[in-house]
């Protein structure tokens, strides 16, 4: 059933222009193709990249974020609760004023003291900021070899510089060694990602990142198989070209150096806009949806490749927008804010002085309560004020 599936799924027609066939794409003397089935080895590759980076961030991005003077919070641990730990596993992380002050009751503590207990428990679930820093270690360390190396492989390929060329004499390409080895590591490298995602960080992005690994996977292996290796090359390069400047930033902004982080997040901005936005829209969605097809008319494939191309462009436009909000916020304040995408850690007073600030409730007899309060118009009021004008009257 599965090889009956397979021999249906990779169909000529399918993947490949009109009047041509899987056979014109064999491997005769000494021309290489891309295969489907070369893909396969990314798989055992995403678990050797797996246990290297468990390697790397034990022995070189912990001792290096020690080194750098990342430190984590103090976190007080929270006393055991069984109703509270329930409610915050099954019903939410954040419970609503009315049922804070039924689990207050039906506990036996305050209401300040079941905000505190959910504060800390929130914050124990908050990843620290050197595991933070080991993960976007490791990140900038794949994303500047794969830059590196990706444009070290196409800087003497002439469709870097005229994506046009990408088309020509298109599918009968052959395939340079460099070339598979550059997309099997790319594909393994999103493959042990997608691994990961259960263990990594979640931020407020998490399922904009989820769907855009996913696209990327299907990019990469669909783009192989159909022999699209040389566009694809370019929007492997075009997205490593600022995803290392990315885990820069972020690295630097969990350490001290706040003007690094600053420029740094500059140029990112810089190169995110460009390539993102004006590239990759004129150059490769306008190249992959009318070059493609001045030779041959369109197919599936065709179809398939530019609305994965296009999911992405969206997602360039809404990272784009979460960038400018950053740089909205750098311009007014001067400084580089935290990660919107971020959670924030909570301290133990923060409730406790939101209620302080409040205005001071008033008693049935009009005094204020509170550490300021002032004589108001109550009984007592009256016979104080008495007792002072007749003090003055005598004198």
């Known amino acids: 059933m599965l090889s009956s599936f397979n021999e249906w799924f990779w169909q000529d027609r399918f993947w490949l222009p009109p009047n041509i066939t899987w056979t014109q794409l064999e491997d005769q003397d000494g021309r290489v193709y891309p295969h489907p089935q070369d893909m396969l080895a990314a798989l055992p590759l995403a678990l050797v990249l797996l246990a290297m980076r468990l390697i790397f961030e034990r022995f070189v991005g912990l001792p290096l974020s020690r080194w750098l003077g990342v430190q984590d919070h103090t976190r007080r641990q929270v006393k055991p609760n069984a109703r509270l730990e329930k409610h915050f596993l099954t019903e939410g992380h954040r419970p609503k004023e009315p049922q804070l002050s039924l689990l207050a009751a039906q506990c036996g503590l305050t209401l300040q003291q079941t905000q505190r207990w959910f504060r800390r428990r929130r914050n124990q679930d908050r990843p620290q900021l050197t595991k933070k820093f080991c993960e976007a270690s490791w990140r900038f360390l794949f994303y500047l070899s794969s830059f590196v190396g990706g444009l070290s492989i196409l800087y003497h390929e002439p469709w870097l510089w005229a994506p046009v060329m990408c088309w020509d004499n298109y599918p009968e390409q052959t395939l340079k060694p460099s070339m598979y080895w550059w997309y099997l590591f790319e594909m393994g490298f999103y493959l042990s990602l997608l691994m990961r995602l259960p263990f990594d960080v979640k931020r407020k992005d998490f399922k904009e ?18 022999n699209l290796v040389r566009i694809g090359s370019l929007v492997l390069l075009l997205h490593d070209s600022s995803d290392y400047l990315l885990e820069a930033c972020k690295m630097v902004n969990y350490t001290q150096y706040r003007r690094v982080c600053d420029a740094l997040f500059l140029i990112f901005s810089l190169v995110f806009f460009y390539t993102r936005l004006v590239l990759f829209p004129t150059q ?3 190249t992959t949806y009318y070059d493609s097809v001045s030779n041959s008319g369109p197919f599936f494939g065709y179809y398939f490749l530019n609305m994965l191309l296009m999911l992405l462009q969206l997602l ?10 950053m740089l909205y916020s750098f311009m007014k304040k001067g400084q580089m804010e935290k990660d919107i995408r971020s959670d924030v850690e909570e301290s133990d007073s923060s409730e406790e002085e939101a209620a302080a600030t409040r205005e001071p409730l008033q008693l049935k007899n009009g005094a204020a309560r509170g550490p300021k309060a ?13 007792l002072n004008n007749s003090h003055t009257t005598a004198t």
């Open 374 to 386: 002032v004589l108001a118009d109550g009984p007592r009021s009256r016979v104080a004020r008495r």
């Open 284 to 286: 490769i969605l306008y």
């Open 209 to 226: 990142q989820v769907m855009h690994h996913f696209v990327a996977v299907i990019l990469m292996t669909t783009s192989y198989s159909a």
């Open 316 to 325: 360039h436009v809404f990272w784009a927008c979460l960038i400018l909000r």
